[in-house]
């Protein structure tokens, strides 16, 4: 067990095409007290951002559920971590990885389940959602994992919908999300 004196570094690094996955990412960020890197419309991330996820010790993806996965900007980002892969750069880290889609399933969990295998391949530790569904009769919109995933917070925003009009609900999933990937973190210790 590691002092609780070690702060963890946390990195969320996320694609967002119309801004509810970006107040998803900030919400995880908060949770973890992560900084946030966004990748730009055409995919790409910043030196310093390549840089801020060599040097965490856990990192969180993000991006929206576009035709059953993730965005390809976000696609592109992984595509590119092979750098990264190749020398090692990112084994024993922690990882994490939440999605947002119009419809209530619009096949998220492929996404989350693209995310576990880019952590697996980098030969990272993945950490689950830990909150258990809000699934009876009494369940709101605004519960907390009212979408009942496990892997990773899951949020549904309608299509016509601003990013202010997110489910406070699905906001506060991601929020104790990134609490629990820091806790997890803390834990673990640095990363190697």
């Known amino acids: 067990m590691t002092s609780s004196n070690f702060t963890p570094k946390t990195v969320v690094v996320y694609h967002s095409g119309y801004g509810h996955t970006q107040r998803m990412a900030e919400a995880v960020a908060a949770g973890a007290g992560a900084t946030l890197y966004a990748l730009d419309a055409e995919g790409n991330l910043s030196d310093e951002g390549w840089a801020a996820l060599d040097a965490a010790d856990a990192i969180i993806f993000g991006s929206p559920t576009y035709m059953g996965g993730p965005s390809w900007q976000f696609k592109k980002f992984a595509d590119a971590s092979s750098k990264p892969w190749f020398s090692g750069k990112w084994q024993d880290k922690i990882f994490g990885g939440f999605t947002n889609s119009a419809s209530l399933n619009g096949d998220k969990l492929n996404t989350l389940q693209y995310f576990v295998l880019l952590a697996g391949q980098h030969g990272g530790l993945w950490v689950s959602l830990g909150i258990k569904p809000s699934n009876v009769k ?19 925003s309608d299509a016509d919908a601003a990013p202010s009009e997110m489910s406070a609900g699905d906001l506060e999933t991601a929020r104790a999300y990134g609490q629990r990937v820091a806790m997890t973190a803390q834990r673990f210790g640095p990363a190697a």
């Open 138 to 156: 009494a369940s709101r919109r605004d519960d907390a994992n009212r979408m009942g995933s496990y892997i990773g917070p899951m949020a549904q």
